[in-house]
């Protein structure tokens, strides 16, 4: 069974356009994380969430938004795409104390390309 | 939030121990260190994490000094399976806190 698994695993799309990446993880965690990694592999957080609440939410455009329905799902929605958000979009999840907090578990990735 | 550095690549031959080291000057008192490794077309996946002196497990060795302002990951015998990038990340051990990674170092074994 894949621990956190996301879909779709890539995503082409041109500019302008609306779409929404899926993450699901069934550890039991009760936080969520998106990551970009750019082209420079360079990945870095975007937003986490805890019990279905926003708990870090970094200088990310506000066309990006994410949506908890419950602690098992972190979607992110992504409006009016731009060349720049093309990229690799991880989801991971954690659980303090166990495992403990430095220990998150990353999805496969979602490689977004924009046209 | 303490910055790390490391290198930016590797090489090895299979076989070899191969040793990764990490400086992070500015870490606090309540950070630990972790070790991140990424496959291409992966995400990352957690290694080992320490707070001082010498951790062991299945897949490396973590040295950190008594000053913890640098580690080393060590691979014992690395394959080529092995060749990944390698993130050193300094870590405050908070519910919820993000993982903030560096450019990692990229190992690359060859046969």
């Known amino acids: 069974d894949t621990a956190v698994s996301q879909t779709p695993k890539y995503l082409v799309t041109q500019m302008g356009n609306d779409k929404s990446i899926k993450c699901e993880q069934n550890?039991?965690?009760?936080?969520m994380y998106w990551y970009k990694q750019d082209s420079k592999k360079f990945l870095k957080i975007m937003f986490s969430?805890?019990?279905?609440?926003?708990?870090i939410n970094e200088t990310v455009p506000n066309r990006f938004s994410p949506k908890s329905p419950d602690k098992a799902h972190l979607n992110l929605h992504i409006n009016s795409l731009e060349l720049g958000d093309s990229a690799v979009y991880f989801c991971?999840?954690?659980?303090?104390?166990?495992?403990?907090?430095?220990?998150?578990?990353f999805g496969p990735g979602t490689r977004l390309t924009v046209t | 939030l303490a910055k790390t550095t490391q290198p930016i690549s590797m090489d090895s031959y299979e076989g070899q121990e191969v040793n990764i080291t990490c400086s992070h000057n500015?870490?606090?008192?309540?950070?630990?260190i972790t070790w991140y490794q990424q496959f291409p077309s992966q995400g990352p996946r957690f290694i080992i994490q320490?707070?001082?002196t010498k951790v062991t497990n299945e897949v490396a060795s973590l040295f950190i000094p008594a000053d913890r302002k640098s580690s080393t990951l060590s691979l014992p015998r690395v394959s080529l399976s092995d060749t990944a990038v390698y993130y050193c990340?300094?870590?405050?051990?908070?519910?919820?806190?993000?993982?903030?990674f560096g450019k990692g170092t990229t190992l690359s074994v060859s046969s």
């Open positions: 500015n870490i606090a008192t309540n950070d630990y």
């Open positions: 550890l039991g965690h009760d936080t």
């Open positions: 991971a999840s954690s659980s303090c104390p166990d495992p403990p907090c430095y220990e998150q578990y």
């Open positions: 969430y805890n019990n279905k609440e926003l708990i």
């Open positions: 990340l300094v870590y405050s051990n908070q519910a919820g806190t993000a993982l903030i």
């Open positions: 320490g707070y001082k």
